[in-house]
């Protein structure tokens, strides 16, 4: 798909301005820009303050060229890089086996997955990764520590981390292993015979996963069926391919890739699919990214999914790797996705004063004003779908919103974010195997958890805590259920909360096929009481 330009075409193109007459103002604008260049690197090599050999002044000119081209996919990668590169893209890689996140800029452990080399070390969630082998893992984004901890199964990384309530770092080594975490961690029949798989990322056994678990529910007979793409970054193309020709007929375009030049390459449905016609909902947010938009817009596009919940990240941009001599490779942007429909989904990004890319459009695509201003589609069957970049859902559904007592209660406790996850996690620990799966979150459980944040030194005022016991059942309750019974009841508990979950299901009861579904979808937007 991603094939270096044949030495044919880039000579072709550059005969072409010698017959315009506009090769010699070409041929000068690039001596011109040659001189300038060897100039300033004879200056700086002779006169900075501070002696910086001639490799390392190219390496940095090198990354300076790939920066001004202000994409944040472009970058060069050094020898030791590209090999975490490979690693870490190969679908067989070596971890530790823990999920973290950003949290109060610092990488905090919010999973640690069982036998696996972090579990036997006593690594727990709510500690913070402080450093990988000899390097502080200060200022370093998520991709950074994950790159840094994968690597090759049976190599040693070692971490240490920060715990609270411990004066001194825990220091851990471990054995790289491979580790192997479904990508459909758990499936559910919900009310009314309707099955919900969640997607957590598009690895390289994905689709196949997914394909049992269809195979399954239809054999129980669900009559409807939730894919939950939401939080979903990505990953392998192909995975993205086959997954939706799990959904669509033989021969059905799923995507294009196109280059600068406008060569598209297609890539269509070639097998039979296992559930062509079950009733389906997926549901989107601002996480769904890169494969997950893929399946969502090819299914969008043909009128085999409707989409719920809110506008998508937008990551439509296919990256190439070129090898260079001395081991170096630069990942470079070569094209766009589009879906089946010509929408390209990369929605727009433009570099900032402080480096970081931000949306050139708001980050909500879902108002009224800003819909209208932007290109419309049509589906298979004639439905308005719309483009500009990312996916928009048929009906926008928004998670619930915080009250103002909630949300004053959650900021104070985010200053304390690493402790208050602790907390929780240990006193969950403490009742596992003490409460049933259809427990209660009762007061004298909230006020238990109040007490020990407060040993811990997090202050909250009563009166914020008792203004938002809602708020503080669902933290309480969410990680009860994850630590005594897993992600499966936590999710069937969460379920009656999850609003966007909620109208899917609504929908799914109420429609017997998916026609009815954008019927009942379309009558839903045109009723003031569902606009949010």
């Given at each position: ?6 030495l044919?075409?880039v000579?072709?193109?550059l ?6 007459g506009?090769?010699?103002?070409q ?15 004879s ?6 303050v501070?002696?910086?050999s001639a490799?390392?002044?190219y390496e940095k000119a090198a990354?300076g ?7 944040p996919?472009?970058e ?14 190969g679908?067989?890689y070596g971890g530790v ?14 999973k640690?997955?069982p036998?696996?080399p972090a579990?036997e070390a006593g ?6 990764i402080?450093?990988?082998?000899t390097?502080s893992?200060?200022g370093?984004?998520?991709d950074?520590v ?5 690597g090759e ?6 971490a ?12 851990a080594t471990?054995t790289r292993?491979v580790?192997?975490?479904p ?13 919900y798989v969640?997607?957590?990322n598009?690895n390289?056994?994905v689709?196949?996963?997914?394909a049992q ?9 669900a009559?409807?069926?939730v894919?939950d793409?939401?939080?979903n ?5 192909d ?16 995507l294009s ?5 406008g060569?598209s390459?297609?890539?269509k449905?070639?097998r039979?699919?296992?559930a ?5 909902v ?7 990214a890169?494969a997950?938009e893929?399946v969502?817009?090819a299914?969008?596009d043909h009128d085999?999914?409707l989409?719920?919940g809110?506008?998508s ?6 990256q190439?790797?070129y ?12 094209g ?5 429909s ?8 433009k ?5 970081q ?6 980050d909500s695509?879902e108002s009224?004003?800003?819909?209208r ?8 069957g ?6 500009g ?5 048929d009906?926008?559904?928004?998670p619930?919103?915080?009250?103002a007592a909630e ?5 104070t406790?985010g200053a304390?974010?690493?402790v ?8 969950a620990?403490?009742?596992k195997?003490k ?18 944040l ?13 203004a938002?016991?809602d ?17 499966s009841?936590a999710k069937r508990r ?8 909620q109208?899917?299901?609504e929908l799914l ?18 009723r003031p009481?569902?606009?949010?």
């Open positions: 798909m991603n094939r270096p330009r044949k044919l075409l000579l072709t193109l005969a072409t301005p010698l017959v315009a506009g090769f010699v103002i041929e000068r604008a690039t001596r011109d820009g040659v001189r300038l260049f060897e100039q300033v690197m200056v700086v090599s002779d006169r900075f501070d002696s910086v490799g390392v002044l990354r060229l790939l920066r001004e081209l202000k994409d996919y472009t060069l990668y050094t020898p030791k890089q590209l090999e975490a590169f490979n690693t870490t893209t679908g067989f086996g823990m999920l973290i996140e950003e949290q109060e800029g610092s990488i905090l452990i919010s640690v997955y036998h696996t579990e690594i727990l969630a709510g500690d913070r402080i450093q990988v082998d390097s893992t200060s370093w984004k998520i950074q994950s790159s840094r901890l994968k199964p049976g190599t040693k990384v070692t240490k981390f920060a715990r609270p309530g411990w004066t001194e770092p825990i220091t471990f292993r580790i192997r975490i990508a459909v961690p758990f499936t559910l029949m919900l009310d009314g015979k309707i099955g969640p997607i957590n598009f390289e056994t689709s196949s996963e997914l678990q269809l195979i399954r529910l239809q054999n129980e007979g009559k409807g069926l894919l793409l939401r939080g970054p990505g990953g392998f193309l995975q993205a391919l086959e997954m939706s020709n799990l959904f669509l007929e033989r021969g059905r375009e799923i890739v196109r280059d600068r030049q060569v390459e297609l890539h449905a070639e039979d699919p296992i062509p016609k079950i009733p389906m997926i549901l989107t947010d601002n996480f769904t890169s997950s893929i969502a817009g299914l969008q085999r999914a989409i719920v809110t506008t990240f937008g990551k439509g941009l296919v190439s790797v090898r260079l001599d001395g081991g170096y490779a630069i990942k470079l942007t070569t766009k996705w589009y879906t089946p010509g929408r390209s989904i990369q929605r727009e990004r570099l900032a004063d402080d480096g890319f931000v949306e050139v459009r708001p695509l009224d004003s800003a819909r201003a932007r290109p419309q589609y049509k589906s298979d004639g439905r308005v779908i719309f483009g970049g990312a996916i928009t859902p009906l926008i559904v928004r619930d919103t915080l009250t949300q004053k209660l959650a900021r406790l304390k974010g690493q208050v996850y602790l907390t929780l996690y240990d006193y620990a403490s009742l195997g409460v049933a799966p259809d427990f209660a979150v009762t007061k004298a459980m909230t006020d238990d958890v109040y007490d020990r407060q040993k811990k030194g997090v202050t909250v005022d009563r009166a914020d805590w008792d938002a016991p708020y503080i059942k669902r933290l309480v309750d969410v990680r009860i259920s994850l630590q005594a019974f897993g992600d009841t969460e379920a009656l909360e999850d609003n966007q979950l109208k899917a299901l009861r109420k429609g017997q096929t998916q026609r009815d579904l954008f019927t009942l979808a379309s009558a839903s937007i045109a009481e569902t606009k949010r």
